[in-house]
């Protein structure tokens, strides 16, 4: 786990580490700045708790971002030593663009983390790129999700994690996306795994995640997108499928 102090608040760190905890385990947790200077000073009780070595780069030249190489040169390092698996980049900046790249080609995973502003390079070269925002989301929802959830109905059940109006319907791209998925991952019949379609949207688009729409799980997404039918087999009801409603969209027999 590498973070750019520059241009990341001390606010996030512990939706990141649990969000990282779904992933793996970070045994090298970084921090990059000059911590002479007094914006990074809300850090000091931060790194204490969670065990992150803060890493010193002053800056060379005035309006110059020194941190940004010396990240990068850690990170070749790192790498080279052929002991990971996978790499946490934190920040916003496109800089880091090449450095994800470089890494993915080694055939280790990279997992972004920035702000919305986050250059779309930077995000298209992780592998999975997560919002600052949805690192602080509550506690999961429950499975079944109804379509009334969704903004302006008056249904929305109060154990829903997410209040509906923090819940915003998919776009024409995310649907799209998900057609896409579904159709490239789908049986003669038309069904497809969800676990599948989800690892699908992953490969379009690195930073589609259900908690950009206000829910915690994707199948509460699709159930309340109202675009599927959704189902659990009888045999094996932990595995959920999918069907796109709309006829003319699924693939012919």
């Known amino acids: 786990m590498l973070i750019d102090g520059d241009n990341v608040s001390p606010k996030i760190i512990v939706g990141l580490i649990a969000e990282i905890a779904n992933y793996g385990v970070a045994s090298v947790r970084r921090i990059y700045g000059d911590w ?22 002053f800056a060379y030249t005035a309006g110059k971002n020194a941190t940004d190489g010396a990240m990068i040169i850690d990170a070749m390092d790192l790498l080279y030593t052929g002991r990971f698996s996978a790499f946490c980049i934190v920040s916003s900046d496109s800089d880091f663009a090449r450095l994800a790249a470089r890494i993915r080609e080694q055939g280790l995973t990279v997992y972004g983390f920035g702000e919305r502003k986050t250059p779309r390079p930077f995000i298209t070269a992780c592998d ?24 302006g109905s008056s249904r929305s059940k109060p ?12 776009d024409k791209t995310a649907r799209d996306m998900l057609t896409r998925a579904i159709l490239a991952t789908a049986d003669e019949d038309g069904r497809a795994n969800l676990a599948q379609v989800g690892g699908h ?7 589609f995640d259900a908690r950009n729409y206000g829910f915690q799980k994707l199948s509460s997404l699709v159930k309340a997108s109202g675009m599927v039918d959704v189902e659990r087999p009888s045999d ?3 595995i959920i499928t999918v069907r796109l409603k709309d006829a003319s969209a699924r693939p012919v027999k």
């Open 201 to 207: 949207l992953a490969k379009q688009a690195p930073d």
């Open 128 to 151: 999975k790129f997560v919002y600052f925002d949805v690192l602080d989301a509550s506690a999961e929802e429950p499975d079944e999700v109804p379509v009334a959830a969704l903004p």
């Open 159 to 170: 154990s829903d994690a997410q209040p509906a109006s923090k819940r915003r319907e998919l």
């Open 36 to 57: 002479t200077g007094p914006s990074l000073k809300g850090w000091k009780q931060c790194l204490l708790e969670h065990s992150i070595q803060p890493v010193q780069q």
């Open 236 to 238: 094996n009801p932990k």
